[in-house]
């Protein structure tokens, strides 16, 4: 063996074991095609433990393994990374997937860049092919892109250098009716996903820098050149070794369509509420303070909205007897609704208007309050009395009248008090002849509740129920009904 040749050998056996103990594989190549080592990186990629096991040659690393590119394409013959150092190619970051011509289930995926060692002559010496295990990577990738997908919150993503969007996933074209081509390939500010945010210059600023964009309102341009309400936000990630920015969306077009819906119901209660020729009126629950009046109102009491405004009933003395009014606002407070309850409204002016008063608690902004229907009922009531007045004064003295006519008129007196059909005293309950008796006596809620030892609310109950049986709906009647009686 001559000098340069044992040199060459000496040389050789120095870089093998350099090259050893490297995590990257190398697989030397000779030039007439023979692969003469590898070090244990490069047969671990493959799956083996021996150097026969790559085919010992390009021909035989051919009927050994599949190789295709990442779009699931083989290789064409003579493209075999092999194939091409062999013809002396000198290439940077080939991938393809590696799988073992045996069992093509099981696949690898290398990243294969070459190196040509020539001698002194300038003649090809070795061929060096070095080949990255990148299988995990590009699986944890796959993952990525299966649950990027899938995720049905809307997602794009766009490199960081140059802010060119690089992935849009359903949810995204589902919210916005975008398909990919309309997407991907443009740029943020091609494709604003900012527009109309409050800080759109500053989430730009940020995307330049590739940090992360908090979340903001802004628009999505829509294909039709309009825009849909979002949430967005900005994170940076890796996505294929390369610096990415994924944007997220929360979509706001539900939020603002039910917030214009209930704008337009607010709208509309608001304006039904003032042109009402019913008076009304919304108040505070918890301190029964005025909100607002409406005109029919201002005009029932006399007082306009801007003398009752965060006052309560009781401030101005709206309601002439204060238990009435305790109890309805008790009623209230307890969750029970009132309906048609007879209590009497003392005017700015000091005149007394006898009302029916329907009230129910309802939220309105966030905070409960009560809306007030107040009906005028004094031109009824006393047309009414005055009615009954005439009657009773007509039939005392019934001796020119005849018996029909006689029977006519008591029908008819009955008929304007309302008496339920058929109630006579012997029908009331103990509990309900003792509340009578005392509303005959005058006694007032309160005086009841002293006198009887029962709460003013339970008091009212009984009134009311009393009224609803004997068909009537004030004090006076009552006691009309029950002189009739005895």
């Not at 040389?11 to 095609?33: F, N, S």
């Not at 590898?38 to 790559?54: Q, S, V």
């Not at 002439?320 to 309850?341: C, H, I, K």
């Amino acid at each position: 063996m001559d000098a340069p040749t044992a040199a060459i050998k000496t040389d050789r056996a120095a870089l093998q074991q350099v090259i050893a103990g490297l995590t990257d594989g190398i697989i030397l190549v000779e030039p007439d095609q023979s692969i003469s080592w590898a070090n244990a990186a490069a047969l671990a990629m493959h799956g083996i433990e021996e150097l026969e096991g790559l085919g010992g040659s390009v021909d035989g690393y051919r009927q050994r393994f599949r190789l295709r590119f990442r779009n699931n394409h083989p290789l064409p013959e003579g493209k075999y990374p092999l194939d091409r150092v062999i013809e002396g190619e000198v290439f940077d970051d080939v991938t393809v997937e590696v799988s073992p011509a045996s069992d093509p289930d099981i696949t690898w995926v290398h990243t294969i860049r070459s190196l040509v060692v020539v001698d002194r002559g300038g003649e090809p010496e070795l061929l060096v092919l070095i080949v990255k295990d990148e299988t995990e990577r590009f699986e944890a990738e796959d993952r990525f892109e299966g649950a990027f997908n899938a995720n049905p919150a809307p997602a794009l993503i766009c490199r960081a250098a140059d802010q060119v969007y690089v992935r849009v996933n359903q949810g995204f074209m589902d919210m916005t009716g975008h398909d990919r081509s309309t997407v991907v390939g443009k740029t943020v500010r091609e494709f604003d996903v900012f527009s109309g945010g409050e800080r759109h210059d500053l989430a730009h600023e940020r995307i330049s820098e590739g940090r992360a964009v908090t979340q903001m309102e802004a628009e999505v341009p829509l294909p039709d050149g309009t825009g849909r309400a979002v949430i967005v936000a900005g994170q940076p990630i890796e996505v294929g070794g390369e610096p990415c920015i994924l944007f997220t969306f929360a979509d706001l077009e539900p939020r603002r369509k039910a917030e214009i819906s209930l704008r337009k119901t607010e709208e509309r209660f608001a304006k039904s509420f003032r042109l009402s020729p019913v008076a009304g009126a919304i108040t505070r629950l918890a301190d029964h303070a005025f909100i607002e009046v409406n005109q029919a109102f201002e005009a029932l009491s006399g007082y306009s909205d801007v003398d009752l405004t965060g006052r309560a009933a009781a401030d101005v003395r709206l309601w002439s007897d204060p238990a009435a009014r305790r109890s309805v606002e008790g009623d209230l407070r307890d969750g029970r609704g009132v309906q048609n309850a007879p209590i009497v409204m003392r005017t700015k002016e000091g005149a007394e208007v006898d009302c029916l008063v329907s009230a129910e608690t309802v939220e309105i902004n966030d905070e409960a309050c009560v809306l007030w229907v107040v009906q005028d009922v004094t031109e009824r009531k006393k047309t009414e009395d005055e009615l009954i007045a005439a009657i009773e004064s007509v039939m005392a003295d019934t001796s020119w009248f005849s018996r029909t006519v006689v029977e006519k008129l008591a029908n008819l007196r009955q008929t304007s008090r309302k008496p339920g059909p058929g109630i006579g005293i012997g029908d009331l309950t103990d509990r309900e002849r003792q509340i009578l008796g005392l509303i005959s006596e005058g006694c007032d809620n309160v005086a009841m509740s002293d006198r009887l030892g029962l709460s003013t609310n339970t008091v009212r109950n009984h009134v009311a129920s009393l009224f609803r049986k004997i068909g009537v709906n004030r004090r006076a009647a009552a006691v009309v009904w029950a002189r009739e009686r005895g």
